[in-house]
């Protein structure tokens, strides 16, 4: 069974720092784009960060550039979200989202993912 699972969300307070994980499996991450969503509450669910192996492609979002680091550990078949600096407006759910072969521009539309973690939840208190 193909199946992505997210952990290390949690609350913290503005300007900590919390590392997401997205353990991957039923494949590897060969060839596959990486993907995190976030949705808060009333509104869109947008992506956040990328890193695929297909193309070696990155993107972050504008908001958070300079904060986040999007890595891969392919031995573990886990990519990990570090996030910096945290803001309260970076309270939301996130979900990690896979798909095979594509770039991360490919990927932004959340329709295109194929397979989805059940998402974590990160809140920032001010």
């Known amino acids: 069974e193909v199946q992505l699972v997210e952990s290390g969300g949690g609350l913290v307070q503005a300007g900590g720092s919390l590392r997401l994980s997205c353990a991957a499996s039923?494949?590897?991450?060969?060839?596959?784009?990486i993907a995190w969503f976030r949705q808060a509450p009333g509104k869109e669910r947008g992506v956040v960060s990328c890193?695929?192996?297909?193309?070696?492609?990155?993107y972050y979002a504008d908001s958070v550039k300079g904060r986040f680091t999007i890595s891969s550990d392919n031995a573990k078949n886990t990519n990990y979200l570090q996030m910096n600096s945290l803001d309260p407006e970076d309270t939301a759910v996130y979900h990690c989202?896979?798909?095979?072969?594509?770039?991360?521009?490919?990927?932004?539309?959340?329709?295109?993912?194929?397979?989805w973690g059940q998402g974590t939840l990160v809140t920032v208190s001010s």
């Open positions: 989202a896979a798909q095979w072969m594509v770039s991360c521009a490919a990927l932004l539309n959340p329709g295109i993912p194929e397979v």
């Open positions: 039923g494949f590897t991450f060969d060839d596959y784009a």
């Open positions: 890193i695929s192996s297909f193309d070696g492609s990155t």
